[in-house]
C-alpha cells in the first residue's frame, strides 16, 4: 500500500527534504505531493519524478487546503511558522501526522489532548535550529546522566554562515536563511540566560555588544550573542539545577560590532513605513536617521553621530555596501526602515549560484561525575553544494524528511504535540544523519564554567 506524503511550501529548505523522500520512495512505497502556491520554483527533476505530484496549493482557500491534507498519511508543513495552526487543525480533523520544523506556537501546543486522543503525532521543532540542537544536547545530556551525572552548565550557539572558500566580503556573512530574520534578529524581546546561577538579561541596544568568543577546529574564531530566552527549554531538558544556561547566534568576529551600528541607527526598525522609499536613494536612507546640517556630509555625520573613527574596521565594512550610493535606490514603496535596510544588504549578501554555504553548531557540557567537575564540547560543521543544495537546507530539511518516514514506518510512535528530545526520537534520526555525513565531533577539555571574561562590555 502506497504511503502518501504531502509536503506543503516548495522553499529553500526543501530541497534535501525532497530529495531524501524521492530517493527511497519506491523501497519505501511513499507518493510525495508537494503543494505550493508557486510551482514554478519546484525543480525540474522533482516535478519529473514517478513518485511526486505537484499541485497549486493556496492553504487560504480552505477546500483546496483540506483537500489536500484529506488525500494524505501525514503532512510535512513547510510554510512560515504563523501558517502551521491552519495544517495542524486540519491534521486533527481528518486524523493525519503532522511534521513542522518551527518552534511550537501555544495554538499548536493546545490541540495536545485531542492530538493524544486521536493517537496522532505532531512533532515540531525537527529542522537545524530548532531540531538538530535539541537531539545532538540531549543525547549527550542523557548520556551524562546515564553515567551518575550532575549537568552543571549548558551553552548551545549555531550559525548559518558563508563556507571559507567563498568568504569574500568584509562582514564574513551572506544570507543562507531568510533575510528578513536576520535583519530582525533579537527584536523579539529581552535576552534571558542564567550565569553561575544568577538571571542575566541584555535587551535589544545591548545585545550585539555583549558577545562570548570560541574556536571551531579547522574553522577559525567565532563569536555568539544571545538568544530571546535562553531558559525556554530548562524544564523539556530537565537543567532546574543547571547553573549556567545560554543559547546564542554565531558570527565571525567582528560582525556584532558592525550590526551594532544599524540597531543604534534605528535601520532595523520595523514598526512604521517611510515616506518616499521607492524612490529614496541608500544615501538618503542612511541620512533619514541623521541630525541636519547644512555642511556635513552624510558620511561625517554618521560617523560623528555614532562615534565611528575613521581607521575603525567598522567604516570599511559599511562602506563596503554602498550605504552612500546616489544611484542605488530602495525601490520598495511604503517600505520600513528593515525592509529598506535587507533590500540594501541582498545587493552584496547573496549567495552566487554556486558559492557554498556553512552550519556550525557547538555545545559546552559542564558537569559533575563521580565528585569531579568535567566538560564536553561537541562542535558540528557542514558544507552546503551550491545555491540551491545548501547546508541550511540540508540540516533543516533531512530531519523532517528522517522524522516523517520514522513516524510512517512507527519506530516514532509516541503520540502528541511534541518535540525531538526522547530517545525514541533522536537516536534513529541522529544515526541516519550520520551517514548522510551530518555528524558531531566531541572534545573533552577542562570545566572552566561560564567565562564572563568573554564577552565584552
Not at 182 to 207: C, D, N, S, W
Not at 319 to 347: H, M, R, V
Not at 379 to 403: C, F, Y
Request: contains cysteine; negative net charge.
Amino acid at each position: 500500500m502506497v504511503r502518501k506524503i504531502l509536503v506543503v511550501g516548495a522553499g529553500k529548505s526543501t530541497a534535501y527534504l525532497l530529495d531524501y523522500l524521492l530517493e527511497k520512495s519506491s523501497k519505501e512505497r511513499l507518493h510525495i505531493t508537494i503543494g505550493d502556491v508557486n510551482t514554478a520554483a519546484v525543480a525540474d527533476h522533482i516535478k519529473s519524478h514517478e513518485n511526486c505530484t505537484v499541485v497549486t496549493l493556496d492553504i487560504f482557500k480552505d477546500n483546496q487546503r483540506k483537500k489536500a491534507v484529506e488525500a494524505s498519511d501525514l503532512v510535512i508543513s513547510m510554510l512560515p511558522a504563523r501558517f502551521h495552526i491552519k495544517i495542524a487543525e486540519d491534521c486533527l480533523a481528518y486524523k493525519k501526522h503532522l511534521v513542522t520544523a518551527s518552534y511550537v506556537s501555544s495554538e499548536i501546543k493546545a490541540l495536545n489532548d485531542e492530538v493524544k486522543k486521536n493517537n496522532l503525532i505532531f512533532m515540531n521543532e525537527i529542522g537545524l535550529d530548532p531540531g538538530i540542537d535539541h537531539m545532538s544536547a540531549m543525547q549527550v545530556i542523557d548520556r551524562i546522566r546515564d553515567q551518575g551525572g550532575k549537568i552543571l552548565l549548558f551553552e548551545s550557539f549555531c550559525g548559518g554562515l558563508v563556507a571559507p572558500e567563498h568568504d569574500n566580503n568584509l562582514w564574513n556573512y551572506k544570507f543562507t536563511w531568510n533575510p528578513r530574520n536576520v535583519v530582525l534578529a533579537g527584536q523579539g524581546g529581552t535576552a534571558k540566560f542564567i550565569q553561575e546561577g544568577t538571571y542575566k538579561y541584555i535587551p535589544y541596544h545591548r545585545l550585539f555588544r555583549r558577545t562570548e568568543f570560541f574556536e571551531v577546529e579547522g574553522y577559525g574564531k567565532f563569536e555568539g550573542y544571545a538568544n530571546r530566552d535562553s531558559l525556554n527549554y530548562r524544564d523539556a531538558y530537565g537543567l532546574q539545577d543547571a547553573l549556567t544556561i545560554y543559547r546564542g547566534t554565531m558570527r565571525r568576529v567582528g560582525f556584532s560590532k558592525a550590526w551594532n551600528i544599524f540597531v543604534q541607527l534605528g535601520a532595523t526598525d520595523d514598526t512604521y513605513t517611510i515616506e518616499n522609499s521607492e524612490d529614496m536613494s541608500y544615501r538618503e536612507f542612511i541620512n533619514l536617521f541623521l541630525p541636519y546640517s547644512p555642511t556635513d556630509s552624510v558620511e561625517l555625520k554618521l560617523r560623528h553621530y555614532l562615534k565611528i573613527d575613521q581607521d575603525d574596521n567598522v567604516w570599511e565594512k559599511l562602506l563596503e555596501l554602498n550605504l552612500f550610493d546616489d544611484s542605488k535606490y530602495i525601490g520598495i514603496p511604503n517600505a520600513t526602515p528593515a525592509q529598506a535596510l535587507q533590500k540594501i544588504l541582498e545587493d552584496k549578501w547573496t549567495l552566487g549560484t554556486n558559492e557554498k554555504d556553512m552550519i556550525v553548531m557547538y555545545h559546552k557540557f559542564g558537569y559533575e561525575l563521580n565528585g569531579q567537575k568535567k566538560q564536553t564540547d561537541s562542535k558540528l560543521v557542514v558544507i552546503g553544494e551550491n545555491r540551491t543544495h545548501t547546508a541550511m537546507s540540508k540540516t533543516v530539511g533531512l530531519p523532517v524528511a528522517i522524522a516523517a518516514l520514522q513516524i510512517l514506518n512507527n519506530k516514532i510512535s509516541t503520540p502528541g504535540v511534541q518535540i525531538p528530545i526522547s530517545k525514541e526520537v533522536y537516536e534513529p534520526i541522529l544515526t541516519e544523519l550520520q551517514t548522510l555525513r551530518i555528524n558531531f565531533k566531541e572534545y573533552e577539555v577542562p570545566y572552566v564554567g561560564y567565562n564572563e571574561n568573554s564577552t565584552t562590555s
